[in-house]
């Protein structure tokens, strides 16, 4: 069976720091990896998505994940973050594109100045 | 082009009503799922639709909880006597193919539906 793990619930950073939002999956089959963002109030955005190829994945808002298949880890950074990246973050993993994605129980990123 | 469109965006009810939630797919989407976001916790699959069909519903309540997405008119789900721990977000999501690989989906903000 599929399942995400967030490894931190909430991560405080000092603006301008970098930040590491740690995600691990398990799965006996091949995986499509995403991180969505959610702003308060508002529905989750896709910040980027892993199929397949490069490991290193850049996505928007100056986001980046790597994929790690030997750790089974989908972690995603940021080397200098605004207050404006405050939000949660959630990984997920799907078989397909967007049937039945499997959320993890997200990561609230709080970003103080 | 519109995004997905949920409505109510909050919604209350007493314990016992029914409390329908619904979800206009973005243009040209023939796919639309169901997420519960309980306090604190992540999204929860619940159900996958297509016109007319219900694909997956694997993640619904066995009980009270039924979805639908009609030829003609937005998807929707109903919940009949609600209870407190129905207090939640739900999101729906709408997706184009969902055999090609990559298919995202995409979300609509959510209705907060709250049980009193």
């Known amino acids: 069976a599929q399942s995400v793990t967030q490894l931190d619930s909430q991560v405080p950073v000092f603006e301008e720091a970098p930040v590491e939002l740690r995600c691990n999956y398990s799965?006996?089959?091949?995986?499509?990896l995403f991180w969505y963002v959610q702003y308060p109030n508002q529905g989750l955005q896709l910040l980027l998505k892993?199929?397949?190829?490069?490991?290193l994945v850049k996505g928007i808002n100056g986001f980046e994940a790597e994929f790690n298949k030997s750790q089974t880890s989908f972690h995603l950074r940021k080397p200098s973050v605004h207050i404006s990246d405050t939000a949660e973050y959630f990984c997920?993993?799907?078989?397909?594109?967007?049937?039945?994605?499997?959320f993890g129980a997200g990561t609230r990123l709080f970003v103080k100045a | 082009n519109a995004g997905v469109m949920q409505n109510p965006r909050h919604l209350v009810r007493r314990r016992g009503q029914e409390a329908r939630l619904r979800c206009s797919p973005m243009?040209?989407?023939?796919?639309v799922y169901w997420y519960r976001q309980l306090p604190e916790e992540g999204l929860k699959f619940m159900v996958y639709?297509?016109?007319?069909?219900?694909?997956?519903e694997s993640g619904m309540p066995k009980e009270r909880f039924s979805a639908e997405f009609p030829k003609e008119g937005p998807s929707i789900l109903r919940i009949q006597q609600v209870v407190r721990g129905d207090s939640a977000a739900y999101f729906c999501?709408?997706?184009?193919?969902?055999?090609?690989?990559?298919?995202?989906?995409?979300f609509g903000q959510g209705t907060r539906l709250t049980v009193v």
């Open positions: 799965s006996s089959v091949s995986v499509y």
């Open positions: 639709l297509q016109k007319e069909n219900i694909i997956d």
């Open positions: 892993y199929l397949s190829g490069s490991t």
């Open positions: 243009k040209g989407h023939s796919h």
């Open positions: 999501a709408s997706s184009h193919d969902v055999d090609r690989v990559g298919t995202e989906a995409f």
């Open positions: 997920a993993v799907s078989f397909t594109g967007g049937f039945k994605t499997i």
